[in-house]
Nanobody, 127 residues
Framework: QAQLVESGGGLVQAGGSLTLSCTASGFALGNFNIGWFRQAPGKEREGLECVSSSDASIYYRDSVKGRFTINRGDAHNAVDLQMTNIVAEDTAVYYC????????????????????WGQGTQVHDES
């Protein structure tokens, strides 16, 4: 059964750093687009960063470019999201998923993914 499980969330001080992890089982991550999304309280879910399966191109949403970094580790069938300089607006539940289009989920409100959303992992800024 194909599954993605997120972990690594928690409380973090403003300006701090955190690394989220997403582990895949039942399929090879490298064969699919893989991205990180988040949903803040009262807001729609949005795509943040994505690695394309075709050429490993990385797509970023402007709001996190330069602060967040996605790293896909094919050897471990996992993908991380390194978060730095965290601000209050980063408080949200973070999800990993396999989007149909990396460009669409990071530049529009498109959240079309293959499969189902997981439980996510909560990040909360302490400021």
């Amino acid at each position: 059964q194909a599954q993605l499980v997120e972990s690594g969330g928690g409380l973090v001080q403003a300006g701090g750093s955190l690394t989220l992890s997403c582990t895949a089982s039942g399929f090879a991550l490298g064969n699919f687009n893989i991205g990180w999304f988040r949903q803040a309280p009262g807001k729609e879910r949005e795509g943040l960063e994505c690695v394309s399966s075709s050429d490993a191109s990385i797509y970023y949403r402007d709001s996190v470019k330069g602060r967040f970094t996605i790293n896909r580790g094919d050897a471990h069938n996992a993908v991380d999201l390194q978060m730095t300089n965290i601000v209050a607006e980063d408080t949200a539940v973070y999800y990993c998923a396999t989007p149909v289009s990396c460009k669409a989920v990071t530049t529009t409100k498109n959240n079309q993914i293959l499969g189902d959303w997981g439980q996510g992992t909560q990040v909360h800024d302490e400021s």
